[in-house]
């Protein structure tokens, strides 16, 4: 069978996504996910299943109990609460309430199951802070390093290079030492977090994916693979993610 993954949902309290879009009333809160993500999930043999914000955390545990894997998502940026810091003028908005559940969500789903994991962009960070590391809140304003929130090009092209550990599981997903990625972020990983490892940079130096060590696979990266849609190399990170998910 066909392994279940979730995949967490995109939470905004404000009220102009129904508007825009002419399906909601002034007040309402919405659940959403990119179709990139669905759909990378289901051409790699899975079936995803959005995940959505909830009031109860046991609520979440039982959705996931029957799932074989799940994906953290992008999104806003994250409450820099949630690693012991204030939000500094240059942080993005945010969802409190959204980051509360996708910490715990991430914290139980490593400690306490063996469920495999797969984290993009937003993802990256919320599995680093759940295993006690921190963000830059901005990459140019804290860590002085270069523009990373590429949106002049297509989603689907490549905006700088990445740099692959070698014996990293990326390493061995993607076949090379250096790799092309899309970019659309300006916070990143600046600590890891216990029991990551750093499995590739940029070529200025920040942090373009992650990994649990281990055999398990706990993986995350910083640019969006599902973007990527006719890139077989950024398509194996999928087929991988979900093979794993298929062992129990």
């Known amino acids: 069978m066909k392994p279940l993954i979730g995949i967490t949902c995109n939470y905004d309290y404000r009220d102009e996504i129904g508007s825009v879009s002419h399906m909601g009333i002034a007040g309402q809160k919405w659940h959403f996910l990119a179709d990139n993500y669905i759909d990378s999930?289901?051409?790699a043999g899975g079936i995803p299943v959005m995940i959505p914000i909830c009031r109860n955390m046991e609520t979440v545990k039982e959705m996931v109990a029957g799932m074989a894997g799940i994906l953290f998502s992008g999104g806003h940026d994250i409450n820099p609460q949630e690693y012991g810091e204030d939000a500094k003028s240059?942080?993005?908005?945010?969802?409190p309430m959204r980051d509360r559940q996708d910490v715990d969500l991430a914290r139980y789903i490593i400690n306490e199951t063996g469920k495999a994991v797969l984290g993009i962009c937003?993802?990256?960070?919320?599995?680093?802070?759940a295993a006690g590391g921190n963000l830059y809140q901005d990459l140019e304003k804290e860590g002085g390093f270069g523009h990373h929130f590429n949106d002049m090009y297509p989603m689907n092209s490549v905006s700088h290079r990445i740099l692959v550990k070698e014996?990293?599981?990326l390493g061995k997903i993607l076949g090379k030492e250096t790799a092309g990625v899309n970019s659309f972020h300006h916070q990143a990983v600046r600590e890891p977090g216990t029991g990551f490892i750093i499995s590739a940079v940029s070529t200025d130096g920040v942090t373009e994916a992650i990994e649990m060590e281990g055999s398990r696979f706990v993986a995350a990266t910083q640019w969006h693979p599902e973007m990527m849609h006719d890139s077989e190399e950024q398509q194996a990170i999928f087929r991988a993610f979900v093979e794993?998910?298929?062992?129990k």
């Open 41 to 43: 999930i289901e051409r």
């Open 90 to 95: 240059y942080c993005g908005t945010i969802m």
């Open 122 to 129: 937003r993802g990256i960070q919320i599995l680093n802070v």
């Open 167 to 169: 014996g990293t599981r």
């Open 244 to 247: 794993a998910c298929r062992v």
